[in-house]
């Protein structure tokens, strides 16, 4: 079975500072990793996935295999990136059936 | 390009009742899945229909069931309602080809179970 584990439900930084949200996963083929964010009053929306390999709002997110982790990370905070922070993890080819975290509430403090 | 829309956006119903639920995906798509939120257990995928046929299914009871029309718009349908049937349900629409596609979400319907 597989599963999505985000040890946080919640975490503050002050503007300016790093930020790294963790998740880690189990799955025994070759999965597919997303982060969603939904941030206040709005729709669950990609924020990015591990094959785009792209940076998103300074976002940026490196697969490793490993430790099956997926952790995301911004090296300076903004007030606007507080949200709610999901990952998610998908069988290769499946983006449509998706297993999620619990999720992390992110605030970042002025 | 209009958004996924979901109605009604809210529902109360009682124990026992069925509930109807309706999904609009974005123009073009032709994938639109299904998903249960509540507090307790999170976010969990329940189904997902392409051009008409269900081609996924989550872990969930057969009172679970939904369709999609040729116009690629989703009902999703929960017979005998239990208390705990209470979530926040969500569905996405993507192209449902394509390593890279994407799932756009709706805002959800918030269903009430008394």
């Known amino acids: 079975a597989q599963r999505v584990t985000q040890p946080e439900k919640l975490l503050s930084v002050f503007k300016g500072a790093p930020v790294e949200l963790k998740c880690n996963y189990s799955?025994?083929?070759?999965?597919?990793l997303f982060w969603y964010v939904q941030y206040s009053r709005q729709r669950l929306q990609l924020l990015l996935r591990h094959i785009s390999r792209e940076s998103i709002k300074g976002f940026t997110a490196d697969l490793n295999k490993g430790e099956t982790s997926f952790h995301l990370k911004k090296p300076f905070a903004q007030e606007e990136d507080s949200a709610m922070y999901y990952c998610?993890?998908?069988?290769?080819?499946?983006?449509?059936?998706?297993?999620f975290g619990s999720g992390t509430q992110l605030t970042v403090l002025p | 390009k209009a958004g996924v829309t979901q109605t009604p956006r809210y529902l109360i119903k009682t124990r026992g009742q069925q509930v109807t639920l309706s999904c609009s995906p974005i123009?073009?798509?032709?994938?639109v899945s299904w998903y249960q939120q509540t507090p307790g257990q999170g976010l969990q995928f329940l189904f997902e229909?392409?051009?008409?046929?269900?081609?996924n299914k989550g872990n969930f009871p057969g009172r679970f069931s939904g369709r999609q029309f040729s116009n690629s718009r989703s009902e999703m349908n929960v017979s005998t309602l239990e208390l705990g049937d209470s979530a926040l349900y969500l569905c996405?629409?993507?192209?449902?080809?394509?390593?890279?596609?994407?799932?756009?979400f709706g805002p959800g319907t918030r269903l009430t179970v008394l």
């Open positions: 229909y392409f051009s008409e046929t269900q081609r």
């Open positions: 998610a993890l998908s069988r290769t080819g499946s983006a449509r059936q998706l297993t």
């Open positions: 123009s073009g798509h032709r994938s």
């Open positions: 799955y025994s083929g070759s999965p597919e």
């Open positions: 996405a629409s993507g192209s449902g080809t394509g390593l890279e596609d994407t799932q756009y």
